[in-house]
């Protein structure tokens, strides 16, 4: 069964350095999504791709974030200088619809010390 | 924007007991769906079900659109369910919303 897969699985950085969190999508989806979930918190809506572009972005999705798609497969979220509040759990999730069914990969987590 | 609320917050069960886990939510949806977020964090897709009701083995889901609430119902549980059980909604615009969740705990 098409899943969509993180990497890495777990990542620690320092405070300030720059981290670059990969999600590989379902192949035949359209739609791309960031959420982060702090621990113990709810999952948050960070952003949402389609057609090689942003199509709605959160309050929390500010500067410091980028989102880009290098190539026909990878689907990459850029956390620039990172901040101790960055700790979380980031979910990559795809759709083969707007309004379709949701698919999440397992996680990213995120160590800032 | 639209706001989605789960409840209970917490549930204690004894393993073999059924229960009944609820999503309100504020706007007309195009879209629902419940996780399962287990113990190593994986959120598990257990329903697409922006309306009408599903069944899965011992769960099911029945969603109201017009009534804007949605019900997932564990059956005979299991300490395997244990675990946080979100609801998502996605209206009119391109992201899916969730509620806070409900915490599952199935004891032996």
């Known amino acids: 069964e098409p899943e969509v897969t993180q990497t890495p699985s777990h990542q620690v950085t320092q405070m300030g350095q720059e981290v670059i969190l990969r999600c590989v999508p379902i192949?035949?989806?359209?739609?791309f999504y960031w959420y982060r979930q702090i621990l113990g918190q709810k999952v948050e809506f960070l952003v949402s791709?389609?057609?090689?572009?942003?199509?709605?972005k959160s309050e929390i999705f500010d500067d410091q974030f980028s989102v880009e798609r290098p190539d026909g497969s990878n689907f990459t979220l850029k956390i620039r200088s990172t901040k101790l509040e960055d700790s979380a759990m980031y979910f990559c999730?795809?759709?083969?619809?707007?309004?379709?069914?949701?698919?999440f990969g397992e996680g990213s987590r995120l160590t800032v010390l | 924007g639209i706001q989605v609320e789960q409840s209970p917050p917490d549930l204690i069960l004894q393993e073999g007991a059924n229960s009944t886990l609820r999503c309100n939510f504020s706007?007309?949806?195009?879209?629902l769906q419940w996780f399962h977020q287990n113990p190593w964090g994986q959120l598990i897709n257990l329903f697409y079900?922006?309306?009408g009701t599903k069944q899965n083995g011992r769960l099911s889901a029945t969603t109201v659109a017009t009534e804007r609430y949605s019900l997932l119902y564990i059956s005979s549980s299991q300490t395997t369910d244990s675990g946080v059980y979100f609801c998502?909604?996605?209206?009119?615009?391109?992201?899916?919303?969730f509620g806070k969740g409900t915490r599952l705990h199935i004891l032996p």
């Open positions: 999730a795809s759709s083969k619809q707007g309004t379709g069914e949701l698919f």
């Open positions: 192949s035949n989806h359209l739609y």
């Open positions: 791709f389609y057609n090689n572009e942003i199509s709605e």
């Open positions: 706007d007309s949806v195009n879209n």
């Open positions: 079900i922006p309306s």
């Open positions: 998502a909604v996605r209206s009119g615009d391109d992201k899916i919303i």
